[in-house]
């Protein structure tokens, strides 16, 4: 498991290379979205990796 669990918000890489935010979590279970894409459940959330929170995506302007 990661050091930080991601939180809705933050922007985390599912994938090598491949990004998305965490929109909402329900029962446990990690949705997330990429711009122009639906949101799509991701059931086991340990290959996740938090990139930026979202209090730094708020900082940069990014929310």
């Known amino acids: 498991m990661n ?3 991601p939180e ?3 922007e985390v890489e599912y994938a090598p290379g491949r990004r998305a935010v965490v929109t909402d979590i329900r029962r446990g279970v990690y949705y997330l979205r990429t711009p122009g894409n639906r949101e799509w459940p991701v059931p086991d959330p340990d290959p996740l990796t938090v990139k930026r ?4 995506r708020i900082a940069a302007g990014d929310l």
């Not at 929170?53 to 730094?56: D, G, L, V």
């Open 53 to 56: 929170s979202r209090a730094e």
């Open 8 to 10: 809705v918000g933050d």
């Open 3 to 5: 050091a930080r669990q």
